[in-house]
């Protein structure tokens, strides 16, 4: 056959990317190529399945989409393909059954040559009473590449025009991250498997820029820190792009992670402005796939996962998933422990080409011990350091309880090629109850703690939907991709809690020699509950967002939200009943807008910018009466993006400015109301690359630069950093691929010091924590066994990972993990 080094020959084209195409087939010639010539497939590679999700169109653009995906180089001449269709290819398929979908009923075939050609053949002179043809050739090469969502897939970086690897987070629409004029980064599964990170915490410290996660016990919810704001008292991360405002979050159901940094309110609504954090869970695949994991580790770890998916009918209309897990680990801190029960089954069905439905279950059990860390000594302005394993509260009545049961669903219409309807609906029904013995101050002789008790019962229901419409439509030369959509949010919390700050049942504790089992079990059991909330969050949302092509090489972006929200509080000191009787709400409207501007000079290179807000309710008193205006979030954000090496490799750097305002401050003349005259600032750069240095080379490396400062307040803290906001942040994760079967892996994080509290009193001091690992795969069989080692913290380096809000933050600061191991086999069929 005639390869990609030779002349082209008696009507057959073969092509080498950047050589000037020759002969009577340069008129009408439509390329499709990407950037480098690939090596020879292996009958492995020709086999390999591919997850397709292409919806019938005219047969160019089906073959384009197909190129992008598959990696191969193409070329035709456009009379070949005019008028014809393709039929929908959905599933999983390898290059060659890929190919006989498409070209099913379109008059062409194709057949192999040599070890990676494909030879496209049309039927140009036909006996209607014969079966023999004459036929035209062409040659194409390529290789196969992996689909977004293929649990092989060992790519780090996530480019590619499908569902799993857009902007979807940042838009709604199914645009390309480098069109989007966002901050956006994704971490894909890939990434928290070789780091065997078993929370979501640990994926977003390690590999994303300017993001900080509450970890360590004494936290009852996954939280985040991004750009130097919280999100929220109870995380506010986002599930398949609805809220999900509660608990923690189990990473054996998640695809992949996705961080949208600045004000979000356009499309979200009512929002802490540092970003949000949205979680892609697991989807059913149209290819068998069954893996069983067992991970074992420091401090009495045991983890086991089970991930089974494929087809229910032969048509591969009706899919499946099934993850469970089941976790017990205890910890380097004494009588700290937790275990969990998880389960997610998960239904899509796909009867044509125009329709899909997806179906969700989730259940998730925890039991639990908090760990409120170490106090700050009187007059130091560093936390007190003790034994690793030093915990400070008592066996008595120890121990917290989260159940989770979550319903998921959503759908999408395909109406033709460019316009699609897109419902999501999300109901949660989470409740906890728990009795904690806190921390609550010092002593002056700076080694006695005050305890305190806490007890909690509460329970919180959640519903939550919308529904969008995107379009593309060309109008006066320009293209527009626009969204209309609207959502609806409720969130609705009847609890109990008992707060005691010092009672006999629970005595006071020696930092430096503690003793256990000194409370009164029977006391504790005793004690009534003496707070009672009911709280609403609730509202309702429309918003418009256009994105306007031009000359192919400028992107603008245009849209704003109105918010209709409602946020309501009632307590009672005596019942549940009471806290409803005393329910008071306000009302709050809010218009939201976005724009943003991208330019692409070159197809590896998007400058872009963007003005945002967001907005969130005030809920305080003032000594008016008078409905507090809502808080305010701003940003001007400027950057740039690449795409290196075929794609292989992306970088993103932004600079930004972002300030929140309207924030609630005590009234100095009546410390019993409020005023709403606190604003806060953060500005800062941020670094993000990832992705595939060479075939054997992954790595991830981030840095962020953050500059917070409270710039109004009453309470003399103006002109302070925001706590726990360090100025400097980086990370690095690399792997190399030392053989076909072993891989090695090192990280490193670094992080400055930063302020414990909001009135700047003390400082955690920074820190740099060295991470490896190593895998090894051994085929059995159809199947593969995969052995895993991580070293955490490999140089057992002492730091402090978060204080907590509680007390000011003096009395509880979390002590991070010393030096840990955690094994792993993984069996994959």
Known sequence: MINKKKNVLSGEIALNPGKKLKGCFVKGVFILTCCYAVPALSDADKAQKIQFNLPSADLASALNRFAEQTGMELSYPTAMVTGLKAKPLKGGYSVQEGMNELLRGTGLTYRLTGSNGVTLQKVVDADPKSDSVTLKEMTVTGKSSYADDDPYNPNYNRTTATTATTATTATKTDTPIMLTPAS???????????????????????????????????????????????????????????????????????????????????????????????????????????????????????????????????????????????????????????????????????????????????????????????????????????????????????????????????????????????NRFLWEDWSQKETDIIPMSMRADNRTLNRGLFKVQQSWETFTTNLDLNGKFDLFGTRHDILIGGDFYHNKWPGSSSFNGAIAAVPTIDIYNPVYNQANQTAIDKQANNSFQTRLDQWFGVYFQDQITLLDKLHIMGGGRYDWSLNGRGTSTTSVQQANNSFSDIETQNFSPRV??????????????????????????????????????????????????????????????????????????????????????????????????????????????????????????????????????????????????????????????????????????????????????????????????????????????????????????????????????????
Do not use: C
Not at 230 to 255: D, K
Not at 728 to 736: I, L, M, P
């Open 596 to 829: 943003g501007l991208l330019y692409q000079p070159w197809e590896w290179l998007s400058l872009y910018s963007n003005y945002s807000q967001s907005f969130n309710g005030n809920s305080g008193f003032s000594a008016t009466g008078k409905q507090f205006d809502p808080q305010v979030g701003e940003q001007f954000e400027v950057g740039f993006k690449n795409e290196l090496f075929d794609k292989q490799l992306s970088t993103s750097v932004a600079f930004y400015h972002l300030t929140k305002s309207n924030t609630l401050t005590a009234d100095p003349n009546n410390r019993l109301f409020n005023l709403a005259i606190g604003e806060a600032r953060s500005k800062g750069i941020e670094v993000d690359i990832k992705g595939q240095v060479t075939e054997k080379i992954n790595l991830i490396t981030t840095y962020a630069f953050t500059d917070t400062r409270v710039t109004k307040d009453n309470s003399g803290i103006v002109g302070n950093k925001l706590s726990n906001v360090p100025d400097h942040q980086a990370s690095v994760w690399g792997t190399y691929q030392l053989t076909e079967r072993f891989k090695v892996g090192l990280g490193e994080v670094l992080v400055s010091s930063r302020q414990g509290d909001a009135a700047n009193t003390y400082q955690l001091p920074g820190y740099a924590r060295t991470d490896a690992m190593a895998a090894y795969i051994q085929p059995i069989g159809k199947s593969r066994l995969t052995t895993q080692l991580n070293i955490n913290n490999l140089l057992n380096k002492d730091y402090f990972s978060d204080s907590s809000a509680y007390n000011g933050g003096r009395v509880s600061v979390l002590v991070a993990a010393p030096i840990s191991v955690m094994g792993s086999l993984k069996l994959e069929y």
């Open 184 to 422: 956006i980064q994704v971490v894909p599964k890939v990434v928290m498997n070789d780091q065997q990170n078993i929370n979501i915490l640990d994926s977003l410290n390690r590999n994303v820029s300017g993001v900080s996660a509450r970890t360590g016990s004494g936290v009852l919810y996954d939280n985040f820190i991004i750009r130097g704001f919280t999100t929220g008292l109870v995380g506010n991360a986002y599930r398949n792009g609805l809220l999900s405002p509660s608990n923690f979050y189990e990473p054996s159901n998640i695809e992949q992670l996705e961080v949208l940094k600045g004000p979000a309110a356009a499309l979200y609504g009512r929002i802490e402005p540092g970003g949000i954090v949205n979680i892609t869970t697991k989807k059913p695949l149209a290819t068998p796939y069954y893996a069983l994991q067992q991970q074992f580790g420091s401090y009495d770890l045991y983890r086991t996962t089970v991930d089974a998916t494929g087809p229910i009918d032969d048509a591969k209309t009706l899919l499946y998933r099934f993850n469970a897990t089941y976790l017990d680990n205890g910890s380097f801190k004494d009588m700290v422990n937790n275990d969990r029960v998880f389960i997610a089954p998960t239904l899509s069905w796909r009867p044509n080409d125009k329709f899909e439905a997806n179906l969700e279950l989730e259940y998730k059990h925890d039991n639990f011990v908090n760990d409120y860390g170490v106090p700050v000594l009187k007059g130091a302005n560093r936390p007190v350091k003790l034994p690793s394993n030093t915990f400070l509260g008592d066996s008595a009545a120890y121990r917290g309880e989260q159940e989770n049961v979550l319903i998921g669903a959503d759908w999408k219409f395909n109406f033709n090629d460019k316009w699609k309807l897109t």
